[in-house]
């Protein structure tokens, strides 16, 4: 991945901030996956727990989480996905260990759904004609 480069400060929602900018990050195609992986969990706190509560929790299978959203970076240890980009930011980034997955798809395009929606008026304008 490219090395940020320092840009201009920026003023967004009245604050002012240092504005980094990834080379090629708006040009960037991301693949959209599918991800099926087992998660660690843990239960419990401070304090003394029940041993009967703490048994049964431990025999408990763990869950099965199931994350769809854009491929950011992959390695033969792990992936990492997001579930938004824009033009100069992202949302969060969920990394999960190779050996934790079940399943992986990575998902091809398929036809557009607002291709065959007429056009409502007084509505939201038609993103296809920007």
Do not use: C
Not at 80 to 103: F, N
């Amino acid at each position: 991945m490219p090395e940020p480069k320092r840009t201009t400060s920026e003023i967004r929602n009245g604050t002012q901030r240092e504005v980094f900018q990834l080379e090629g990050f708006t040009d960037t195609q991301w693949e959209m996956v599918s991800v099926f992986w087992i998660d660690a969990e843990s239960d419990g706190g401070s304090g003394w727990q029940d041993p009967e509560d703490m048994i049964e929790y431990a025999r408990r299978p763990l869950p099965i989480m199931h994350t769809v959203g854009l491929l950011v970076y992959e390695d033969a240890e792990q992936i990492a996905v997001t579930d938004t980009k824009g033009p100069e930011e992202m949302g969060s980034i969920t990394k999960i260990p190779r050996v934790w997955l079940k399943r992986f798809d990575r998902l091809g395009p398929v036809a557009s759904k607002l291709d065959d929606r007429p056009a409502i008026p007084g509505k939201l304008t038609d993103i296809r004609a920007s």
